[in-house]
C-alpha cells in the first residue's frame, strides 16, 4: 500500500522549533521529489518547501526562508522539515506529498499525499 505518513506536528510557542517528519511506504522516495505544503483555516493551501530527488537543489516560500530547514533520508525513506524560530503566522496543517521526478513542482504535480500533522504555534 503506498502511503505518505507525517508525524512531529503540535503546539509550541512562538520562537520555538519543531522538526516534522515524511515517511514513505509501498514506494521508493529515491525516485521523487518531496514538497511539504501547509493550509491554514480559511486560506489555500500554499508551498512551504521542496526537495529534489537527489537532494541537489530545494526551494523555500518567502515566508520560512532562514527558518525552516528541507532534507531527506533516502536510506529511512524518509523526509523532514526542520522548523525554528516559529510564528502563530505557521500555524496550518502540514502535509508532504511525492513527485515522481527529479525536481520540484506545482502542487498539482505530486502524486502522492500524506494524512497532514496539525502545527499550533500559540502562546
Known amino acids: 500500500q503506498v502511503q505518505l505518513v507525517e508525524s512531529g506536528g503540535g503546539l509550541v510557542q512562538p520562537g520555538g522549533s519543531l522538526r516534522l517528519s515524511c515517511a514513505a511506504s509501498?514506494?521508493?522516495?529515491?525516485?521523487?521529489?518531496i514538497g511539504w505544503f501547509r493550509q491554514a483555516p480559511g486560506k489555500e493551501r500554499e508551498g512551504v518547501s521542496c526537495?529534489?530527488?537527489?537532494?541537489?537543489?530545494?526551494y523555500y516560500a518567502d515566508s520560512v526562508k532562514g527558518r525552516f530547514t528541507i532534507s531527506r533520508d533516502n536510506a529511512k525513506n524518509a523526509a523532514y522539515l526542520q522548523m525554528t524560530s516559529l510564528k502563530p503566522e505557521d500555524t496550518a496543517v502540514y502535509y508532504c506529498?511525492?513527485?515522481?521526478?527529479?525536481?520540484?513542482?506545482?502542487?498539482?504535480?505530486?502524486?502522492?499525499w500524506g494524512q497532514g500533522t496539525q502545527v499550533t504555534v500559540s502562546s
Open positions: 506529498a511525492a513527485r515522481r521526478a527529479a525536481l520540484c513542482g506545482s502542487d498539482s504535480e505530486y502524486g502522492y
Open positions: 509501498g514506494f521508493t522516495l529515491h525516485y521523487y521529489a
Open positions: 526537495i529534489s530527488s537527489s537532494d541537489s537543489s530545494t
